[in-house]
């Protein structure tokens, strides 16, 4: 099934324990790509600079990815830097220059907007809702927010948890969105926002899963090595919906299964920097590390 994802393109240096790298290729549209690409076609909307490099992305358009959404306009694509410390659950931010990106005005294609499963990825909730209003009639929309839009564009983004049907946020999110410090009490309410279901990323820790009244809660895959968390989120993201898309069902059944995926899907991605691991791997390497994750939940 068609799978559409809406979201930021960039070059990130980052900084790590185990190296660094300078202007490798990052941003939501992208880690969300090289996940949910394993499991079915992707199509992608951004904008780049003139600086952008395409022979960078030859990788996923060979494994069905779509760049007719990708507008590259004058200037410069947008940089993040940030580094990591031997707790890789803590990032110092070191720069973030939106250029091109600041400008973003996603302009669905023709042959995007009968996209059955959409993602908006964490961008402006007011350019979520343009996305929103360009396409016919999808089976099932997602989402991800983050603070600074919480507390920065809260009326937006309740506008935009209206049409939605999961949100995909962290622990800390889920808390500043609800005014709960309990996730149970978080979920419950923001379903009553919109979205029928929730997914809490708790980062090392797993997700968890909340649908018409039913908790999941999953562990992340265990690793001995992490090297960079930089999109983990949104690889996680992707394999959760490229599973979904693949299998064209919203059961709980399905959900959990997606959590699971995901949750693999990222497991591959921390283990080098920007899209290297997702790159050189295959979907039964998945399947593979699914069968391991099924043992470890197994009792």
Sequence with gaps: MSLLVVGSIAYDTVETPY??????LGGSALYFSAAASLFCPVNVVGVVGSDFDASKISFLKKRGVNF???????????RWGGR?????NKRETLFTFLNV????????????????????????PELQLEVLDQIKKPKLVALDTMNFWISGKRSELDKV????????????????????????????????????????KKGEHGAML??????????????????????????????????????????????????IYGS????????????KRLENIELKD???????FKQLMAF
């Excluded at 907007?113 to 993602?119: C, I, R, T």
């Excluded at 049907?165 to 009553?192: C, G, P, Q, S, Y």
């Excluded at 998945?286 to 391991?292: A, D, L, M, N």
């Design 161 to 200: 948890l209206k049409r939605t049907d999961i949100i995909v946020l962290n622990d800390e999110e889920a808390k500043e969105l609800t005014d709960e410090f309990n996730l149970i009490k978080a979920a419950r309410r923001i379903t009553e926002l919109g979205p029928k279901s929730v997914i809490i």
């Design 264 to 275: 693999t899907v990222a497991s591959f991605n921390v283990e080098d920097f920007s899209f």
């Design 84 to 88: 990591y410390y031997d707790d890789m």
């Design 286 to 292: 998945i399947e593979e590390r699914v069968k391991i």
């Design 19 to 24: 190296g660094k790298v300078e202007d490798s």
């Design 101 to 124: 990106f600041e400008r973003f005005q996603p302009r669905i294609p023709e042959n995007y907007q009968k996209a059955k499963y959409v993602f908006l990825a964490n961008i402006d």
């Design 68 to 78: 007719d959404g990708l507008y590259m306009e004058s200037g410069h694509t947008f």
């Design 210 to 259: 909340y649908h018409n009244g039913h908790f999941f809660f999953s562990p992340a895959f265990p690793l001995e090595k992490v090297v960079d968390p930089t999109g983990a989120g949104d690889s996680f993201a992707g394999g959760f919906m490229g599973y979904i898309a693949r299998a064209n069902k919203q059961d709980f059944r399905t959900l959990k299964r997606a959590i």
